[in-house]
Nanobody
Framework: QVQLVESGGGLVQPGGSLRLSCAAS????????MGWYRQAPGKQRELVAV???????NYADSVKGRFTISRDHGKKTVYLQMNGLKPEDTAVYYC???????????WGQGTQVTVSS
């Protein structure tokens, strides 16, 4: 079972930056595709970015060019660098781990990101 712990959320002004981190307690981090999702009040949870074990990435159109997902296999951590933040980025951000070739997945507890002046 994978346990995920997110950190790095907070309040930031429009145009600012934040970096989210998600530490995974798992023996084989490399067999998981890692992702970041977000859920704004009254909206469904949506994919923000995903990164495979090999480093291939995919982003939601709304964050392309502003957000960067990365992973550190030695630290078993996935990051989301968020630049040029907008008020519409305000949401709870969740880390996700999905085991390759299975339906198993795990979620973190979420971290709040608020973009406001």
């Amino acid at each position: 079972q994978v346990q995920l712990v997110e950190s790095g959320g907070g309040l930031v002004q429009p145009g600012g930056s934040l970096r989210l981190s998600c530490a995974a307690s798992v023996s084989m981090f490399s067999i998981y595709t890692m992702g970041w999702y977000r859920q704004a009040p009254g909206k469904q949870r949506e994919l923000v970015a995903v990164i495979t074990s090999g480093g291939s990435t995919n982003y939601a159109d709304s964050v392309k060019g502003r957000f960067t997902i990365s992973r550190d296999h030695g630290k078993k951590t996935v990051y989301l660098q968020m630049n040029g933040l907008k008020p519409e980025d305000t949401a709870v951000y969740y880390c996700n781990a999905r085991r390759i070739a299975t339906t198993y997945e795990s979620w973190g507890q979420g971290t709040q990101v608020t973009v406001s002046s």
